[in-house]
């Protein structure tokens, strides 16, 4: 471990002396008396537990200030609200952040215990499925980085996102278990639970208009709090995740008549709601569960904020002033409604004055225009689990439809698009409008998806009120992504760029006048093969596989989807291994393809995907004619933990969505950053990282999301795509022929098939695209000066793509809170 971040803490020697003892000590107390164990005897395991508590207190100084003051004066906070927390790993973060990297190593190393290498022990905290839940935590670091007063509400699920393992050369989902030692970062608030009701009736009660809900069933919502400390160690967010708990954990009756399943059935049902992680990114799970677990989270985070909120200002009107709510995709969407009811319901607002807090104090976030993954509801469902929210829902629709009707120009609408109902596939909520008519703003995550979110899937309510799409695009933030994950770089960086870097990440910029610079292409070049070194010693502890790390290192890591076309990667990896084997003397420029991901565990074509990826490994990585040219790695199980080792050590990124698909992506910018080049689409982020690399730094290929529509709507007869592109057949009926499943030779004739019948994602009509941007990769690879120029111009200006540019665009524009500190440190 390096000191990135030692300026942070005192300097002399004396006093840093000081700090590496108090640190031992403070550390040893931990192991003695919180875990009760001699430090003779204790494990890696009480290692890192107590460093952790150890660290925990000193971003607890931290938290409580910050939240003190924030509190004083009064200030708005904001409000995040996302089903999934893709965090990771806290440890090396906060350690980052407060400064203590060194001392903190330095302190354990006088103990005898060498932190870097017990620090993979403490659990990868998989809350999520993939960049919705990653930015997600890059936002809550980045909101304590930028000092903006944040809550971000959750659910703690007692299993995260499956850990995958590779059998045969087949995804296998083996449960997550990171709570199994219990989790040192959090503080659980027994005295904040809040009662979230299902079912029941909604009856109607003496006063005139008003209404009572008596819900059936009703669980706890039990509070567990994890402080994230940003940069510098200046101020904290809160993370605020809930656990279902039963009302009654046991039932006596049931037990002492000996029915001992009855007896804990409610405490079953009731605990199932944060049990696991839906395993999902785009399709809604369409089960009842999902829905509970929605409004679970939902209802507990607006009764505490709303509670929160009253017992300091004693008033709701200035509720906007003060609160700022963004719902992270519709998952919370419930919260319209459920702001709606509290309000009314339980605190006597009348019907205007609540809907104007409500829609005053929500803003939503779309993440995706795909069809099948845009959340609806059966209206029944709703009506049986939460009746109140669906009359809510209905009254919110009619005042709305009646509004626009009455409108200039109203008759002209077709309300039927408009409609919160969905009244053709039987009747259904549209959750993505409910989000959008109970928002003052809603946002997409990249230029190109905000404006399609304008033209297309929103293009209705957008002619309704044309000022509420705004776009942000999305960041990452620096401290993981940059700092954390890459010392040998920051350390360069820092030198070149000078100290104020790490505070102002902008000033990456004055890399770029080193471009041409030999000296420095030198050092970058060093840097980059330890980080690929380390890379190849988890590839081969992984798959067995050696890789040598002068070869070009081409990476794909992202979820397994269709649409981001691992599919286009590994039948131009087929075509590849055929022309270096027919032409076996031609000086082919060693390639590594690495993969890693998860499918979905219903994706049946995403986890045939991830089979074939894993059979074209085999069959290339044993054959002798291409074995120092090419190899085939996929690397299991991937998460944070191992993308931070992946993405520094890679030389090509591949963003390879078909153009329209990506809403923006996060990982093209990690990479980029990191100094890989792209090879992508004009999809998503991309098109703004090539706007900002320029055109000359990154390799763009295929079809644009215009000429896809257009495709689409008028597709090429599959046959005479294939019969116009050189190589394609011969690879497909390869695949198909099972030259690449030699056990089982139809294993792919389904995937094949599926291609021939129908290119939906544009795998085939951009395969010789792709593959001639390839070659243009290797020619770059050969003039490795101009390589490095490219790759010092990618680092260099991907600055802006920082989560914390990001965090100050929503706070300015949309949260209308003022960022705590500026960007210039
Ligand atoms: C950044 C990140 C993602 C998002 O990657 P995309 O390439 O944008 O899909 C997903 N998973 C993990 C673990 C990440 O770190």
């Known amino acids: 471990m390096t000191e990135t971040a030692s300026e942070a803490r005192p300097t002399s020697a004396a006093e840093s002396k000081d700090l590496v003892e108090t640190l031992k000590a403070e550390i040893v107390r931990k192991l003695t008396y919180s875990l009760g164990k001699n430090p003779s005897v ?39 609200l996302s089903l999934e927390f893709l965090i990771g790993r806290s440890l090396a973060d906060a350690l980052n952040n407060l400064g203590l990297t060194g001392p903190v190593a330095q302190a354990m190393a006088d103990l005898g215990v060498d932190l870097g290498a017990i620090e993979t022990i403490e659990p990868d905290a998989a809350l999520g499925n993939g960049g919705l839940g990653r930015l997600a935590a890059c936002y809550l670091e980045a909101m304590a980085s930028t000092g903006v007063p944040a809550l971000g509400y959750g659910i703690r699920y007692d299993h995260g996102l499956f850990k995958q393992r590779i059998d045969g050369g087949r995804q296998v989902e083996v449960p997550e278990d990171w709570l199994s030692f219990r989790n040192p970062w959090e503080f659980e608030r027994r005295e ?94 369409g089960q009842e569960l999902r829905l509970r677990q929605e409004f679970f989270f939902t209802s507990a985070s607006l009764q505490d904020l709303v509670r929160r909120h009253y017992r300091q200002f004693g008033k709701f009107d200035n509720l906007p002033d003060k609160v700022a709510i963004q719902l992270n995709d519709t998952h919370p969407a419930l919260a319209v409604a459920e702001m709606m009811r509290l309000l009314i319901d339980e605190r006597g607002l009348s019907w205007e004055d609540a809907w104007t807090i409500t829609s005053g104090t929500i803003s939503y976030t779309n993440h995706t225009l795909l069809p099948e993954a845009l959340e609806t509801w059966p209206v029944a469902l709703m009506e049986r689990l939460l009746p109140r929210h669906m009359q809510i829902i209905f009254g919110i629709n009619a005042r709305f439809l009646d509004g626009v009707r009455r409108s200039a120009g109203g008759e002209g609408v077709d309300l039927a698009s408009i409609s919160l109902i969905d009244e053709s596939h039987g009747r259904r909520v549209r959750m993505a409008h409910l989000a959008f008519v109970g928002s003052h703003t809603v946002n997409g995550v990249s230029a190109l998806h905000s404006r399609l979110m304008q033209e297309t899937v929103f293009a209705p309510l957008h002619a309704v009120f044309p000022d509420r799409i705004t776009n942000v695009t999305n960041g990452i933030t620096p401290r993981r992504w940059l700092f954390s994950a890459n010392h040998g770089l920051t350390k360069l960086l820092t030198e070149v760029c000078g100290n104020g870097l790490t505070d102002d990440i902008e000033q990456i910029d004055r890399l770029a006048a080193h471009a041409d610079d030999p000296g420095m292409q030198e050092r970058l070049i060093a840097i980059r093969r330890d980080n690929k070194l380390k890379l190849a010693k988890v590839i081969r502890q992984e798959t067995g596989v050696v890789v040598d790390p002068a070869a070009l290192f081409d990476v794909q890591i992202k979820r397994i989807h269709e649409y981001k076309r691992q599919l286009l990667n590994i ?10 084997r027919s032409e076996p003397y031609r000086d082919w420029a060693p390639r590594v393809k690495i993969f890693a991901g998860k499918a979905a565990s219903n994706y049946g074509t995403a986890k045939a995907i991830i089979n074939l990826i894993n059979d074209v490994a085999t069959v290339v990585n044993n054959d002798i004619t291409t074995r120092d040219r090419l190899k085939v790695v996929f690397i299991p199980n991937y998460n944070v933990s191992a993308a931070e080792i992946i993405i520094p050590a890679a030389d090509v990124s591949e963003q390879i969505s078909t153009a329209g698909l990506e809403a923006s992506g996060t990982g093209n910018m990690k990479f980029a950053l990191n100094g890989a080049l792209t090879i992508g689409t004009m999809d998503g982020a991309n098109i703004e990282i090539s706007e900002r690399v320029g055109l000359d730094n990154i390799v763009i290929f295929g079809m644009s999301a215009a000429e896809v529509e257009a495709a689409k709507r008028n597709p090429r007869p599959t046959g005479e795509v294939i019969a116009t592109t050189p190589h394609l057949e011969g690879v497909l009926d390869a695949v198909a022929g099972g030259a690449y499943s030699p056990g089982d030779r139809n294993r ?44 010092i111009a990618n680092t260099a200006h991907c600055g802006w793509f920082s989560a914390d540019r990001a965090i100050r665009e929503y706070a300015q524009r949309i949260w209308r809170v003022p960022a705590g500190f500026a960007a210039k440190g």
């Open 42 to 80: 204790a494990q890696p395991h009480d290692w890192v537990t107590a460093v952790i508590l150890a660290v925990r207190d000193h971003v607890v100084d931290v938290w409580q200030r910050s939240t003190h003051e924030s509190y004083q004066t009064g200030r708005k906070r904001v409000y995040y």
């Open 192 to 285: 904040s639970a809040y009662q979230i009701g299902f079912g029941g009736s909604v009856v109607a009660t003496e006063k005139p208009g008003e209404v009572t809900w008596n819900p059936e069933e009703a669980v706890f919502a039990v509070a567990y709090d994890t402080p994230i400390v940003g940069w510098r160690g200046r101020d904290a967010t809160t993370l605020r995740l809930w656990r279902a708990r039963a009302m009654h954990p046991l039932s006596l009756d049931a037990f002492n008549q000996g029915d001992l399943v009855g007896a804990v059935a409610e405490r079953n049902r009731a605990e199932a709601i944060s049990k696991v992680l839906y395993p999902n990114d785009s399709t809604p799970a």
């Open 571 to 580: 039948l131009e990896t087929i075509a590849l291994y055929d022309a270096i």
């Open 748 to 791: 792919y004739a389904g995937l094949v098939d599926g291609l021939r019948a129908n290119d939906w994602f544009m795998v085939l009509n951009d395969f010789e695209s792709y593959r001639l941007a390839q070659r243009r990769i290797d020619g770059l690879w050969a003039n490795q000066p101009e390589w490095w120029r490219m790759s």
